[in-house]
């Protein structure tokens, strides 16, 4: 292997295989290819052009149950697909993954449109032609007229559909996101549909890590009605008190309960949603909506 990008110890099981269930070795990335080593003699090379999927956990269920934290690899072998799980530390799993996605993704051609929308205004922006590349918490759309840097943590929802890129008919994937408060759509394309779905499972690693932990936040109605006046007014020098029909002290402690919850931070004018906080006005507005 000329360049090894992860070399660490752990164990990990592919479907399949003669062995007995999951194996303790050494878990090796390089640019072109991971190997799985239980000895010098018995391995397993799978290419990473062959690799069409990476998701946390133990997504085959045919696979036995391991110690620590387990990473789902899901590869074409041959005309067939198959899995392969490794796992190890929590730490050491989640670097591993992230250099997997930058070795998977890095240097991908992509036609990027941004903003195709900002708050819910369509724009005509055009697509551009641009190189992928994974930095440290978020993805940057290189381009002519320079980066477009999407933070993971600033993701507020995403679509996958078709668009016309270039005259023809194409999947996407589209990505909104927070920017100082300001609701954000980009929408990104890729040569073949397993660039594209590699792109939208790292996208979503974050996505889904804060809908997870909105499950468990408990809201009042006047809290909920506060989000959605910040929606509404973004940060215009607008009185919050005679929107949500609340004196300035009771405003006042509602937005620090929204601070202390991470749905609201400081604006020029006004608090602002972060990306949390517009998560949940968008659940909310589909519940009206409905």
Same mark, same amino acid.
Request: hydrophobic share 40%; aromatic share 4%.
């Given at each position: 292997m000329p360049s090894v990008l992860a070399d660490f110890t752990g164990r990990f099981s592919v479907a399949g295989s003669d062995r007995d269930g999951p194996v303790e070795g050494r878990i090796l990335l390089g640019e072109e290819q991971l190997i799985l080593a239980a000895s010098e003699t018995d391995r397993q090379t799978i290419p990473l !052009?062959?690799?069409?999927?990476?998701?946390?956990?133990?997504?085959?269920?045919?696979?036995?149950?391991?110690? $620590?934290?387990?990473?789902?690899?899901?590869?074409?072998?041959?005309?067939?697909? !198959? !899995?392969?799980?490794?796992? $190890?530390?929590?730490?050491?799993?989640?670097?591993?993954?992230?250099?997997?996605?930058?070795?998977?993704?890095?240097? !991908?051609?992509?036609?990027?449109?941004?903003?195709?929308?900002?708050? $819910?205004?369509?724009?005509?922006?055009?697509?551009?032609? $641009?190189?992928?590349?994974?930095?440290?918490?978020?993805?940057?759309?290189?381009?002519?007229?320079g980066p477009i840097t999407v933070p993971l943590s600033s993701i507020v929802d995403f679509d996958r559909r078709e668009e016309s890129v270039g005259g023809h008919r194409r999947p996407v994937v589209a990505v909104a996101h927070v920017d100082s408060g300001q609701a954000l759509t980009t929408v990104a394309a890729t040569e073949t549909s397993r660039e594209l779905s590699l792109l939208g499972r790292y996208l979503r690693r974050t996505y889904e890590d804060v809908l997870a932990s909105l499950r468990d936040l408990s809201l009042s109605e006047r809290e909920t009605e506060t989000l959605a006046a910040l929606y509404s007014t973004g940060d215009a020098d607008v009185s919050l008190s005679s929107v949500v029909d609340a004196d300035a002290r009771t405003v006042k402690r509602i937005l620090h309960a929204l601070h202390e919850k991470e749905l609201v931070e400081s604006g020029e004018h006004n608090p602002i949603l972060t990306a949390k906080g517009q998560i949940v006005v968008n659940q909310y507005l589909e519940r009206v909506n409905e």
């Amino acid at each position: 292997m000329p360049s090894v990008l992860a070399d660490f110890t752990g164990r990990f099981s592919v479907a399949g295989s003669d062995r007995d269930g999951p194996v303790e070795g050494r878990i090796l990335l390089g640019e072109e290819q991971l190997i799985l080593a239980a000895s010098e003699t018995d391995r397993q090379t799978i290419p990473l !052009t062959e690799v069409f999927d990476v998701a946390s956990g133990n997504e085959a269920a045919l696979i036995d149950p391991m110690a $620590g934290t387990p990473l789902t690899v899901a590869y074409r072998n041959g005309s067939s697909r !198959t !899995t392969a799980v490794v796992a $190890g530390e929590e730490a050491t799993i989640e670097k591993f993954t992230t250099v997997l996605f930058k070795a998977l993704l890095n240097g !991908t051609a992509v036609q990027v449109k941004h903003p195709a929308k900002v708050g $819910g205004r369509v724009l005509e922006t055009a697509f551009a032609g $641009g190189l992928l590349s994974l930095r440290s918490g978020g993805v940057v759309f290189d381009t002519e007229d320079g980066p477009i840097t999407v933070p993971l943590s600033s993701i507020v929802d995403f679509d996958r559909r078709e668009e016309s890129v270039g005259g023809h008919r194409r999947p996407v994937v589209a990505v909104a996101h927070v920017d100082s408060g300001q609701a954000l759509t980009t929408v990104a394309a890729t040569e073949t549909s397993r660039e594209l779905s590699l792109l939208g499972r790292y996208l979503r690693r974050t996505y889904e890590d804060v809908l997870a932990s909105l499950r468990d936040l408990s809201l009042s109605e006047r809290e909920t009605e506060t989000l959605a006046a910040l929606y509404s007014t973004g940060d215009a020098d607008v009185s919050l008190s005679s929107v949500v029909d609340a004196d300035a002290r009771t405003v006042k402690r509602i937005l620090h309960a929204l601070h202390e919850k991470e749905l609201v931070e400081s604006g020029e004018h006004n608090p602002i949603l972060t990306a949390k906080g517009q998560i949940v006005v968008n659940q909310y507005l589909e519940r009206v909506n409905e």
